[in-house]
């Protein structure tokens, strides 16, 4: 069945550095895409999301970029701190049931 | 709370038993999902309600487990005759409107199941 994949289980970054997790997915008739952060023993939040009519996506200290040509999603977080240690999942839909990827560990060190 | 509500948080149950997890969502929201998630793993998708439609209940993984929504609010997932690989964390989701593709989903934090 088709997928929606991580390219890395863990990520260390240094306090203060950009971070970028990247996510690949194979349905191409998903057209709508969230990123999530989960911290521990706490339910998926909402952080950003994109359509696919758009490459790039702003918010607050976080960027999502869409390629559509290689399927592929990344969100970037801009002078990581240390709340934003946890982990972080993509997903897709092309109509109203999310798809999960399995997820990426992310940890500041100070 | 203005959040999607859960209980209980913590259930631990014999092999064999029957559970009931209970859901409450955002008041006023249309869709409802049910979602598990195992150890260090993604969500995997179980069961959707969408207002007075028949519900999506295509990620179920067995017919030991069923989901029911009452009045289009509240919502319980019943797993019958437990077994050890039911032990997981259970998430509930609601949304405004038709679910994921049109607004965003929000979590409650999850009923964590641990069957000895």
């Known amino acids: 069945g088709e997928s929606v994949g991580l390219h890395l289980p863990t990520l260390s970054v240094q306090e203060g550095d950009n971070s970028i997790i990247n996510c690949a997915y194979s349905?191409?008739?998903?057209?709508?895409f969230i990123w999530y952060k989960q911290e521990s023993g706490k339910g998926p939040q909402f952080i950003i999301d994109?359509?696919?009519?758009?490459d790039k996506r702003q918010g607050q200290r976080v960027t999502v970029l869409l390629n559509k040509t290689v399927k592929h999603l990344s969100l970037q977080i801009a002078a990581t701190q240390p709340g934003d240690s946890a982990v972080y999942f993509c997903?897709?839909?092309?109509?109203?049931?999310?798809?999960f990827g399995a997820g990426t560990t992310v940890t500041v060190r100070a | 709370g203005a959040g999607v509500s859960q209980s209980p948080s913590n259930k631990v149950t014999e092999k064999g038993k029957d559970v009931e997890l209970r859901c409450d969502p955002i008041?006023?929201?249309?869709?409802l999902y049910w979602y598990r998630q195992s150890l260090g793993q993604g969500l995997e998708f179980l069961i959707y309600?969408?207002?007075?439609?028949?519900?999506?209940k295509s990620g179920l993984p067995s017919d030991r487990f069923s989901a029911e929504r009452t009045g289009g609010s509240v919502s319980t997932l019943t797993i019958q005759r437990t077994q050890q690989e039911d032990s997981a964390v259970y998430l509930c989701?609601?949304?405004?409107?038709?679910?994921?593709?049109?607004?965003?989903?929000?979590f409650g934090e999850g009923s964590r199941l641990t069957v000895l």
């Open positions: 994109i359509r696919s009519n758009m």
């Open positions: 997903a897709e839909t092309p109509d109203y049931k999310l798809s």
């Open positions: 349905n191409s008739a998903s057209d709508y």
């Open positions: 989701a609601s949304s405004l409107g038709g679910g994921a593709g049109t607004g965003e989903l929000f």
């Open positions: 008041s006023g929201h249309t869709a």
């Open positions: 309600f969408q207002g007075n439609s028949a519900p999506d």
